[in-house]
């Protein structure tokens, strides 16, 4: 697992990490994991499903995990 390819280097927007593959959802929480960081992950794909029950609010900003087909890591 490579996670250099997906490091953000736009100094203005707020994840470490984005468009990682959800394949890659479990070793990337394991590895920070191992580091002792805590991460928060948002999950990036289509947001107008119609089995979406969020509000449209909610439905703007990320999709639910289930929709996804990638992700972006946030340090807390």
């Known amino acids: 697992m490579n996670l250099s ?3 953000n280097t736009n100094p203005y927007e707020g994840a470490a990490y ?3 593959p959800m394949a890659w959802l479990v070793e990337t929480r ?3 994991r ?5 991460i928060r992950v948002r999950y ?4 107008n499903n119609p089995r979406d029950n969020r509000s449209s609010i909610n439905r ?3 999709c639910a ?7 972006s ?4």
Request: aromatic residues 22%; hydrophobic residues 30%; contains cysteine.
């Open 18 to 20: 984005k468009n990682i």
């Open 30 to 32: 394991d590895y920070f």
């Open 65 to 71: 995990k289930e929709f996804a087909d990638r992700f």
């Open 73 to 76: 890591v946030y340090f807390c």
């Open 34 to 38: 191992a580091q002792d960081l805590k």
């Open 5 to 7: 390819l997906y490091r």
């Open 60 to 62: 703007q900003q990320d």
């Open 44 to 47: 990036r794909g289509p947001r």
